[in-house]
């Protein structure tokens, strides 16, 4: 062997024990990342309206509907709360038209009790309100639920908290897509009637205005909808691995499904981007498996992706993570990962393969040669060749221990 793949073999080994040593020193510590910068809550228990509480719940999750439902009335009930409103999610309406009927009926809290899909539809209905948010984490993946340091099992204390915990303020991050439009499609502009340009300034949910954004600046784009996430959006590989999950697997073993989804991925080509960071004016082309523009940092099996990012500090963490060396290169980018959710950012190995560059902005854009998958939150948006994001700070009142 020629001395790069004897130095590639022993960064490998190097990588898996620093990976399983790491793992343990993990366990044992305990350790997370503090989901917020600041300890305040945003009200007291005395300053909470008196209306009733409502939930909106995804019928198509596992839990069985009226024993929650029977049980989020009982514990009303013991906190001297109002008799609950129940509202079920459709295939039509996958939670925001359910927050608007609870909002007229004067709900004093609206509980997302489904999967991360849920907890995202609410949230958007709830953007920019005071009337707070809380949590019945049902799905695959939890991924705020997690964040938050919820519990995930034990359906009386996710009950308990969603009804009377906490109000903290937390950022909401927006995301909105340029997809390629084929070739058959007219080349006149949907949105303005103008050909080959729109500019539009939407104002989401909850009344805060969008920056102005500029479709087709790839030509023949479509300009989508914006997108609310309150963990993280991707392009690139996560997003592929997050398409690549089946069900029926995430059914049975939950979210492991994901990573099992994302083995076919790992091999796959690179993306060559160009990042704008919108307050510095920076750009900077590379390539790139996946980008990721995060609310906060933490990922399923106490994973801490990016160990800066919090919920209320009012920035988005972006975290662009590329690999060499085939294997070698993710084995020695989960050592990176689980080390640095240690506390461990310098890497002191001379040879690196899989490597994590970090950025904090308000506003961004990725561009890509070709067009890459794009999630948000475990959701797949499908295929885009440009992706705009921004914060929108203290933009949700969410429940918490």
């Given at each position: 062997m020629g001395w790069e793949q004897w130095v590639a073999v022993i960064a490998l080994v190097v990588a898996v024990a620093g990976l399983?040593?790491?793992?343990?020193?993990?366990?044992?510590?305990?350790?997370?990342?503090?989901?917020?910068?600041?300890?305040?809550?945003?009200?007291?228990?005395?300053?909470?309206?008196?209306?009733?509480?409502?939930?909106?719940f995804n019928p198509s999750k596992s839990a069985d509907g009226e024993r929650l439902r029977a049980l989020v009335a009982e514990v009303a009930a013991d906190s001297g709360l109002p008799e609950p409103i129940w509202l079920e999610t459709t295939v039509e309406d996958p939670g925001v038209g359910q927050v608007r009927e609870a909002l007229e009926k004067g709900a004093s809290v609206v509980v997302a009790a489904g999967g991360d899909g849920t907890v995202r539809a609410v949230a958007e209905g709830l953007a920019g309100r005071t009337t707070p948010m809380g949590i019945l984490p049902l799905g695959t993946g939890n991924l705020l639920a997690r964040n938050l340091d919820l519990p995930l099992t034990g359906h009386r204390d996710m009950v308990t908290i969603a009804l009377t915990g906490r109000n903290r303020a937390m950022d909401l991050g927006w995301l909105r897509i340029e997809r390629p439009r084929a070739a058959s499609d007219p080349e006149h502009d949907v949105y303005r009637g103008e050909p080959g340009r729109t500019e539009v300034a939407a104002t989401p949910p909850g009344g805060t205005q969008?920056?102005?954004?500029?479709?087709?600046?790839?030509p023949g784009a479509d300009l989508d909808k914006e997108h609310v996430f309150l963990v993280?959006?991707?392009?690139?590989?996560?997003?592929?691995?997050?398409?690549?999950?089946?069900?029926?697997?995430?059914?049975?073993?939950?979210?492991?499904?994901?990573?099992?989804?994302?083995?076919?991925?790992?091999?796959?080509?690179?993306?060559?981007?160009?990042?704008?960071?919108?307050?510095?004016?920076?750009?900077?082309?590379?390539?790139?498996?996946?980008?990721?523009?995060?609310?906060?940092?933490?990922?399923?099996?106490?994973?801490?992706?990016?160990?800066?990012?919090q919920l209320d500090d009012g920035w988005l963490d972006i975290a662009a993570i590329d690999t060499r060396g085939g294997i070698i290169g993710w084995a020695d980018l989960l050592r990176k990962v689980v080390l640095q959710g240690l506390g461990v950012r310098r890497d002191l190995l001379p040879y690196s393969t899989g490597t994590i560059e970090f950025r904090r902005t308000r506003t961004l854009t990725i561009r890509t040669e070709e067009p890459e998958h794009v999630q948000v939150d475990g959701d797949l948006l499908g295929e885009a060749t440009v992706v705009h994001a921004r914060v929108q700070p203290a933009g949700l009142v969410v429940r918490t221990a």
């Open positions: 399983v040593i790491g793992l343990v020193v993990l366990r044992a510590l305990g350790r997370r990342t503090p989901p917020f910068s600041h300890e305040d809550p945003v009200t007291t228990p005395d300053e909470r309206p008196s209306g009733p509480p409502a939930v909106v969008a920056p102005d954004v500029t479709a087709g600046e790839v993280i959006g991707g392009m690139g590989f996560d997003a592929a691995m997050v398409g690549g999950a089946p069900d029926d697997l995430k059914a049975r073993i939950g979210w492991v499904a994901y990573f099992v989804g994302g083995v076919r991925h790992l091999l796959g080509r690179k993306m060559r981007a160009t990042l704008e960071l919108g307050e510095s004016g920076q750009s900077d082309t590379f390539q790139a498996r996946t980008v990721l523009v995060a609310n906060c940092g933490r990922l399923p099996g106490g994973v801490v992706l990016l160990p800066d990012a």
